[in-house]
């Protein structure tokens, strides 16, 4: 790879590839050491194509989980099975990631911006902009963006749009799918709103247990199938539909906390 080699973002990549392996270095302790990330489906990672792969995903903060994605997915390109130890994956990373991000929030402050090198697609919210609701027009270039790094690789994106759990899928990512025509993997996340500020960069509580559950490619009639019908599929892929909703009582949520904290344990003795 030569030391000026270009993405179709005209980011160069000798120097993405430094800023993975740093970053990752940086935040590996936070999904394998204050907390543990429990992964299932890193088979299903190694069976894909190296290009238009599009991965939907609920979404928990802002920064945490496509940043354990990033973990996730390297891992287990080069050859774990289910887990993230040994960081040596960090050394020749995945160039062609990228993730869909607000505008904005990648405009928010020096950190954001040194992440968005990383693999970030800005685009702006057609829905929400500055804290206040706004009703403009889905911006081409947005689109012709996110076609272009499915033409290039991999595409993380957050169909709901913000780290609110139940929130309706956006039609733009049907309408996405449609167009381009990817391979659609499910990615069902748990644990990083318990484990991490909303931002996702300062650690809240200690020894959580987070998940993190890549499902089989979903099966679309590209040319036939309705917008409404595809928003309906991701909907319970990613475990956020409606019928998923429930009132959780008080001691429920309790017996909950005391499973995660047995879960803990049990897992640092068969690590140990």
Do not use: C
């Given at each position: 790879?030569?030391?000026?080699?270009?993405?179709?973002?005209?980011?160069?990549?000798?120097?993405?590839?430094?800023?993975?392996?740093?970053?990752?270095?940086?935040?590996?302790?936070?999904?394998?050491?204050?907390?543990?990330?429990?992964?299932?489906?890193?088979?299903?990672?190694?069976?894909?194509?190296?290009?238009?792969?599009?991965?939907?995903?609920?979404?928990?903060?802002?920064?945490?989980?496509?940043?354990?994605?990033?973990?996730?997915?390297?891992?287990?390109?080069?050859?774990?099975?289910?887990?993230?130890?040994?960081?040596?994956?960090?050394?020749?990373?995945?160039?062609?990631?990228?993730?869909?991000?607000?505008?904005?929030?990648?405009?928010?402050?020096?950190?954001?911006?040194?992440?968005?090198?990383?693999?970030?697609?800005?685009?702006?919210?057609?829905?929400?902009?500055?804290?206040?609701?706004?009703?403009?027009?889905?911006?081409?270039?947005?689109?012709?963006?996110?076609?272009?790094?499915?033409?290039?690789?991999?595409?993380?994106?957050?169909?709901?749009?913000?780290?609110?759990?139940?929130?309706?899928?956006?039609?733009?990512?049907?309408?996405?799918?449609?167009?381009?025509?990817?391979?659609?993997?499910?990615?069902?996340?748990?644990?990083?709103?318990?484990?991490?500020?909303?931002?996702?960069?300062?650690?809240?509580?200690?020894?959580?247990?987070?998940?993190?559950?890549?499902?089989?490619?979903?099966?679309?009639?590209?040319?036939?199938?309705?917008?409404?019908?595809?928003?309906?599929?991701?909907?319970?892929s990613i475990e956020q539909h409606d019928s998923f909703l429930k009132v959780i009582p008080e001691s429920e949520l309790k017996a909950e906390e005391d499973l995660n904290e047995m879960r803990r344990w049990s897992y640092k003795e068969k690590k140990s």
């Open positions: 790879m030569g030391i000026f080699k270009k993405n179709p973002f005209g980011h160069i990549l000798f120097l993405k590839k430094w800023l993975i392996r740093i970053m990752g270095a940086l935040t590996h302790s936070r999904y394998n050491g204050f907390n543990e990330l429990q992964i299932e489906g890193s088979e299903i990672l190694r069976n894909l194509p190296d290009k238009n792969v599009l991965f939907v995903s609920n979404h928990q903060t802002y920064f945490a989980d496509v940043v354990a994605m990033f973990h996730v997915f390297n891992a287990s390109l080069s050859g774990r099975e289910d887990h993230i130890k040994n960081i040596g994956y960090l050394w020749q990373p995945k160039l062609n990631l990228y993730y869909i991000a607000a505008k904005e929030t990648m405009r928010s402050g020096p950190l954001a911006r040194i992440l968005a090198y990383a693999g970030a697609i800005p685009v702006e919210r057609t829905w929400r902009a500055k804290g206040k609701t706004v009703n403009r027009q889905v911006k081409m270039s947005d689109i012709t963006n996110i076609g272009k790094a499915l033409d290039d690789g991999w595409v993380i994106t957050f169909p709901q749009g913000t780290t609110t759990p139940w929130k309706p899928i956006r039609k733009g990512t049907a309408h996405i799918i449609r167009k381009y025509q990817p391979i659609v993997v499910p990615i069902v996340i748990d644990g990083f709103r318990r484990s991490f500020d909303k931002k996702g960069i300062r650690i809240k509580k200690r020894g959580i247990l987070q998940s993190m559950v890549i499902k089989e490619p979903l099966v679309f009639d590209y040319e036939n199938e309705a917008v409404e019908s595809i928003i309906e599929k991701l909907e319970y």
